[in-house]
């Protein structure tokens, strides 16, 4: 059974940081795009970042770059999101999401549709 279980949300204040991670199991995502989408009060999830897992290619939104940064450990199949800086747009739910196909991201690696499998989710929760 393939799970993506996130861990490392949390209530911060105004420019302090979180480290989110995502644990994967019962699949070895070596070779695949994976990625931190995030979902706020009232708003449509939008994507936040992706990695490729062979190789470690990565994309980010706009909003984050510069504050966000997404990284792997390949031993364990684990991916994780250090938010640094963060904000109270911040504010959250992050999900992991991952694509089985042996895939880089390329141009689709914002594509909700593209990603298979999700976890519950973690939330984050950022005060003024």
């Known amino acids: 059974q393939v799970q993506l279980v996130e861990s490392g949300g949390g209530s911060v204040q105004a420019g302090g940081s979180l480290r989110l991670s995502c644990a994967a199991s019962?699949?070895?995502?070596?070779?695949?795009?994976m990625a931190w989408f995030r979902q706020g009060p009232g708003k449509e999830r939008e994507v936040v970042a992706a990695?490729?897992?062979?190789?470690?290619?990565?994309g980010y939104a706009v909003s984050v770059q510069g504050r966000f940064t997404i990284s792997q450990d390949n031993n364990n199949y684990t991916v994780y999101l250090q938010m640094n800086s963060l904000k109270p747009e911040d504010t959250a739910m992050y999900y992991c999401?991952?694509?089985?196909?042996?895939?880089?991201?390329?141009?689709?690696?914002?594509?909700?549709?593209?990603?298979?499998?999700w976890g519950q989710g973690t939330q984050v929760t950022v005060s003024s």
């Open positions: 999401a991952a694509d089985r196909r042996r895939l880089p991201c390329s141009g689709t690696w914002g594509a909700e549709h593209r990603f298979g499998d």
């Open positions: 990695i490729y897992t062979r190789g470690g290619s990565t």
């Open positions: 019962g699949y070895a995502y070596s070779s695949n795009c």
